[in-house]
Nanobody
Framework: QVQLVESGGGLVQPGGSLRLSCAASGRTSSSYAMGWFRQAPGKERVVHAINWSGGSTYYADSVKGRFTVSRDNAKNTVWLQMNSLKPEDTAVYFC?????????????????????WGQGTQVTVSS
């Protein structure tokens, strides 16, 4: 069992930065790929960044070059550094964990494959 707790969301002006944290408790996070999903009102929950074994990462095109996902397995923590934020980045952000044994190029985008979810943290980008 893994429990995930996000923090770090808030209101920021366009062009600003935020750093989201996801603290994991229970089984070690090193056995999981960790994803950051976001969900805007009326839209589906979509993965935008993933970090897995050996520091491998994935970024959606819309955030590539602006967002950085990192993790410290010793601290059981994953971060999402968000720079050059845009109004369209406004959403609830969720961290989620999928066991590496099920993590493939076919499953990595599917929220249904992720076993554990945080409660979400609101990010609002507005002037």
């Amino acid at each position: 069992q893994v429990q995930l707790v996000e923090s770090g969301g808030g209101l920021v002006q366009p062009g600003g930065s935020l750093r989201l944290s996801c603290a994991a408790s229970g089984r070690t996070s090193s056995s999981y790929a960790m994803g950051w999903f976001r969900q805007a009102p009326g839209k589906e929950r979509v993965v935008h960044a993933i970090n897995w074994s050996g520091g491998s990462t994935y970024y959606a095109d819309s955030v590539k070059g602006r967002f950085t996902v990192s993790r410290d397995n010793a601290k059981n923590t994953v971060w999402l550094q968000m720079n050059s934020l845009k109004p369209e980045d406004t959403a609830v952000y969720f961290c989620a964990a999928v066991p590496l044994i099920r993590f493939t190029s076919a499953t990595m985008y599917d929220p249904g494959q992720y076993d554990y979810w945080g409660q979400g943290t609101q990010v609002t980008v507005s002037s």
